[in-house]
């Protein structure tokens, strides 16, 4: 069992940087390939980017390679998302995520655990 806990969403321009932390519970976080995702009203929960347990493997949306980085922090238990040249369209509200496959699987269903979720809204 792990509990996620997402902070580090809010209002920016287009163009800004935000930085997501996704703090995990529990002694075994090192052992969880991690995630994020977002979500928008009226559409389906999406991957935006992911790393393995001991980030060997990581992998992105083809809409944010390139401006995304996702990285760990085993021992602080932290995953974070740096969101670099945000645009209109990254608004949702952004979702950790922590499942025990040792694979980034791009589909939400597969995930075991989810945080509560952190608004991002860019603003053109």
């Known amino acids: 069992q792990v509990q996620l806990v997402e902070s580090g969403g809010g209002l920016v321009q287009a163009g800004d940087s935000l930085r997501l932390s996704c703090a995990a519970s529990g002694r075994t976080f090192s052992s969880y390939t991690m995630g994020w995702f977002r979500q928008t009203p009226g559409k389906e929960r999406e991957f935006v980017a992911g790393i393995n347990r001991n980030g060997g493997i990581i992998r992105y949306a083809d809409s944010v390679k390139g401006r995304f980085t996702i990285s760990r922090d085993n021992a602080k238990n932290t995953v974070y998302l740096q969101m670099n040249s945000l645009k209109p369209e990254d608004t949702a509200v952004y979702y950790c995520?922590?499942?025990?496959?040792?694979?980034?699987?791009?589909?939400?269903?597969?995930?075991?655990?989810w945080g509560q979720g952190t608004q991002v809204t860019v603003s053109s």
């Open positions: 995520a922590a499942d025990s496959s040792q694979f980034v699987i791009p589909r939400p269903t597969v995930w075991n655990y």
